[in-house]
């Protein structure tokens, strides 16, 4: 539960650090935005916990089975990186050109 009160203040603080840039956007493209985030996050979040057990799962050794999983973590953590800003730049129009950097 603290986890999900912790990750609402953390978007909070995101949405709160952009508002110059999310009032030049449409509604439309602040709720394409949003989906677009909870989607990734979600592809993301199922990468990591499906893909990474299943894959840390075929080694015997436990060693290399969490050096797997760490493997898999970083890159859908990165993929995901990728993949937002992507979607976020066309969607906004460039509005947010440099997020992420």
Do not use: P
Request: glycine share 10%; proline share 0%.
């Amino acid at each position: 539960m603290l986890n999900f009160i912790l990750f609402l203040l953390f978007i909070l603080l995101i949405i709160n650090d952009n508002k110059d840039k999310l009032q030049e956007l449409t509604k439309f493209q602040r709720v394409g935005i949003a989906i677009t985030f909870l989607g990734v996050l979600a592809v993301v979040t199922s990468c990591i916990y499906y893909g990474g057990h299943w894959l840390a799962g075929h080694f015997n050794s436990t060693f290399i089975s969490y050096a797997i999983f760490i493997l898999v973590v970083i890159v859908s953590i990165y993929g995901g990186r990728v993949l937002l800003n992507t979607l976020i730049y066309r969607i906004s129009k460039g509005v947010f050109l440099g997020s992420g950097k």
